[in-house]
């Protein structure tokens, strides 16, 4: 959904899951043209998928800079000052269980969470949502409606300008 979206061009990657069009026919690597993975089509397939662990990896990766610096040991120990994105200037948008052990990590290192829902009270995830929040997962809790002057819409532009001030007055320093 980020790569084919216009943000795409604002941001330096994304990490989601891969999804494949149809499978390569028999014999594609003896003739790459035909059956190629490069074909356009139907997706029919997961490349690779994010789990709870996988999330956690991909902020710790994300924080570190190991994403852009494939020399940097992510498990290796680290100056927060080396750290490539402070986890205080990462906002964290999820919907469920898998995410807690994220929400998590960036709670407890002053970034900013959201759950988000879809349907209302008894349909959706809305029931889910609000137990993270309950449970002190989440700082807030909106419907995953990011148009203009919907909550979470309100809620992610407060905390970009947050952390944007907040960027703003450790540089002025």
Same mark, same amino acid.
């Given at each position: ?25 028999? !014999?594609?690597? /003896?003739? +790459? ?7 356009? $089509?139907?997706? %029919?397939?997961?490349? =690779? #998928? ?5 999330k956690t990896r991909a ?36 919907? !469920?269980?898998? /995410?807690? +052990? ?7 290192? $002053?970034?900013? %969470?959201?759950?988000? =829902? #879809?349907?209302?009270f008894g349909t959706g ?49």
């Amino acid at each position: 959904m980020i790569e084919g979206n216009p943000i795409r061009e604002h941001a330096d990657g994304a990490w989601a899951c891969e999804l494949l069009p149809n499978s390569p026919s028999r !014999g594609y690597l /003896d003739s +790459p043209q035909e059956g190629s993975m490069e074909t356009v $089509g139907i997706l %029919t397939g997961i490349g =690779y #998928t994010l789990n709870n662990t996988t999330k956690t990896r991909a902020v710790f990766e994300i924080n570190k800079g190991a994403n852009f610096e494939p020399d940097i040991d992510v498990n290796a120990r680290m100056s927060p000052d080396d750290r490539r994105v402070p986890f205080t200037n990462m906002i964290y948008i999820a919907d !469920g269980p898998s /995410d807690v +052990p994220v929400f998590s990590v960036i709670n407890q290192n $002053g970034g900013k %969470t959201l759950g988000v =829902y #879809t349907g209302g009270f008894g349909t959706g995830n809305y029931d889910g949502v609000q137990q993270l929040l309950q449970d002190g997962r989440t700082t807030l809790s909106a419907k995953a409606d990011y148009r203009q002057g919907m909550e979470a819409h309100n809620w992610l532009m407060h905390s970009l300008k947050q952390i944007a001030d907040g960027i703003c007055a450790s540089r002025e320093k």
